[in-house]
């Protein structure tokens, strides 16, 4: 073989399917689909169902401003968690000194 030649293909051997993977059995209607097909045949329901996708599509404010969004997630974070552990000494020191 030269070096401008490449190999010829090889062909694997045909792979005989079971009658299961080649004939799946019809999907079975469950009552997640038999709400689909109702609001589907109402137009009304039809264009609810569009507007709520179209309404969870858009673009979030916390995607188009992710660092702002992270520092004052940051912020809030700290100060809750401040809050709880401080109150947490609170109730300890009451605990302890017997007046609750």
Same mark, same amino acid.
């Given at each position: 073989?030269?070096?401008? @030649?490449? /190999?010829?293909? @090889?062909?694997?051997?045909?792979?005989?399917?079971?009658?299961?993977?080649?004939?799946?059995? /019809?999907?079975?209607?469950?009552?997640?689909? !038999?709400?689909?097909?109702?609001?589907?045949?109402?137009?009304? *329901?039809?264009?609810?169902?569009?507007?709520?996708?179209?309404?969870?599509?858009?673009?979030?404010?916390?995607?188009?401003? /992710?660092?702002?969004?992270?520092?004052?997630?940051?912020?809030?974070?700290?100060? *809750?968690?401040?809050? *709880?552990?401080?109150?947490?000494? !609170?109730?300890?020191?009451?605990?302890?000194?017997?007046?609750?």
């Amino acid at each position: 073989m030269t070096p401008d @030649q490449r /190999p010829a293909h @090889q062909h694997r051997a045909r792979v005989d399917l079971p009658e299961w993977m080649r004939h799946p059995a /019809p999907k079975r209607r469950t009552p997640a689909r !038999y709400v689909d097909d109702l609001i589907e045949s109402w137009p009304a *329901l039809r264009t609810i169902r569009r507007a709520v996708w179209h309404w969870r599509g858009r673009t979030r404010w916390s995607e188009s401003h /992710p660092n702002l969004v992270a520092v004052l997630s940051f912020v809030v974070a700290a100060v *809750l968690g401040t809050a *709880l552990v401080t109150g947490a000494y !609170y109730l300890l020191a009451l605990a302890t000194s017997g007046e609750y």
